[in-house]
Nanobody
Framework: QVQLVESGGGSVQAGGSLRLSCAAS????????MGWFRQAAGKEREGVAA???????TYGDSVKGRFTISKDNAKNTLFLQMNSLRPEDTAMYYC?????????????????????WGQGTQVTVSS
């Protein structure tokens, strides 16, 4: 049974940093494209960052230069380091896995490509 569990969300002031984690279990984690998404109240889910089976990364335009996605295959854990946070980064953040792409991450980062989802962790950035 595939399970993704996010952690690390919280409240921070603008300009601050947070590091999100996503613990994965139940599948061969290292072979999948893994992604981070976010959804703000009243808005559609947005692709934030993705990392393929070889460690290549891709980012949404709104977070380039501020966020960094990484993973630890030995620990089956995905990370999202978020720096220079802005109030518009406030959202529920989800990690997800693309089961069917053979480890490749498509761009742009569309949520419909992903098959497994965590429950999310809330990030709130105050001005």
């Amino acid at each position: 049974q595939v399970q993704l569990v996010e952690s690390g969300g919280g409240s921070v002031q603008a300009g601050g940093s947070l590091r999100l984690s996503c613990a994965a279990s139940g599948y061969t984690y290292s072979r999948y494209c893994m992604g981070w998404f976010r959804q703000a109240a009243g808005k559609e889910r947005e692709g934030v960052a993705a990392i393929d089976s070889d460690g290549r990364t891709t980012y949404g335009d709104s977070v380039k230069g501020r966020f960094t996605i990484s993973k630890d295959n030995a620990k089956n854990t995905l990370f999202l380091q978020m720096n220079s946070l802005r109030p518009e980064d406030t959202a529920m953040y989800y990690c997800a896995a693309d089961r069917d792409s053979g480890g490749y991450c498509y761009t742009p980062i569309f949520s419909y490509e992903y098959d497994y989802w965590g429950q999310g962790t809330q990030v709130t950035v105050s001005s």
